[in-house]
Every structure is written in structure tokens, then in C-alpha cells.
């Protein structure tokens, strides 16, 4: 059941995801989806874990709702190319 109500939230894009960008490399990483932003807020400690061990740096998290097209978004450019994902409608919370 719970996976149904994620897929709706998805595709929706009202489904919560942690979206996590990183200095070194420069990158974005986005992790869900979450029903609920207390369950991504609870998972996001894990995903740091991870990256830190990686040896990423410089690391910005927040936990959204979205529709990212990609889960890892690499910056070759040197510019910052974190918003590549659908935003909600507008007049909703973001």
C-alpha cells in the first residue's frame, strides 16, 4: 500500500526527496521518494554518511517536494546546474 501512495506522490511530484549538493564534486544527488518530509528528514542522515565517505565536501542538504529527472546531476561546467527537476504547481508549497 505504502508503495502505491509513493508512486501517486510521484507522479504528482509531491513526493519528498532529499536533495543534497555537494562543492567537491560539484554535484547534486537527489534521494527518496519519502511520503512524508519526517521520513526523508530521518533517512538524510545516512545519505551524508555516504558521501562524506566518498570524500564529498562542502555539502548543502534540504528535503523538498519535487520531480527530479535525474538523481545525480555532475557539473562539469564548473556552474551549478541543481535545478533540473519539475517544481510543484504553483500556489503549493515547495
Known amino acids: 500500500m505504502k508503495e502505491l501512495l509513493i508512486q501517486i506522490l510521484s507522479f504528482f511530484g509531491r513526493a519528498y526527496w532529499v536533495e543534497i549538493v555537494t562543492?567537491?564534486?560539484r554535484c547534486t544527488y537527489y534521494f527518496g521518494p519519502f511520503v512524508s518530509?519526517?521520513?526523508a528528514r530521518?533517512?538524510?542522515t545516512g545519505y551524508i554518511e555516504?558521501?562524506?565517505?566518498?570524500?564529498?565536501?562542502g555539502m548543502?542538504?534540504?528535503?523538498?517536494?519535487?520531480?527530479?529527472?535525474?538523481?545525480?546531476?555532475?557539473?562539469e561546467s564548473g556552474e551549478?546546474?541543481?535545478?533540473?527537476?519539475t517544481p510543484?504547481?504553483?500556489?503549493?508549497p515547495s
Open 23 to 25: 562543492e567537491t564534486p
Open 37 to 39: 518530509e519526517q521520513e
Open 42 to 44: 530521518t533517512a538524510q
Open 50 to 57: 555516504d558521501l562524506q565517505n566518498e570524500g564529498a565536501q
Open 60 to 75: 548543502s542538504v534540504a528535503v523538498k517536494r519535487c520531480k527530479p529527472t535525474k538523481l545525480t546531476i555532475f557539473d
Open 80 to 85: 551549478r546546474s541543481d535545478r533540473e527537476t
Open 88 to 92: 510543484t504547481l504553483s500556489g503549493q
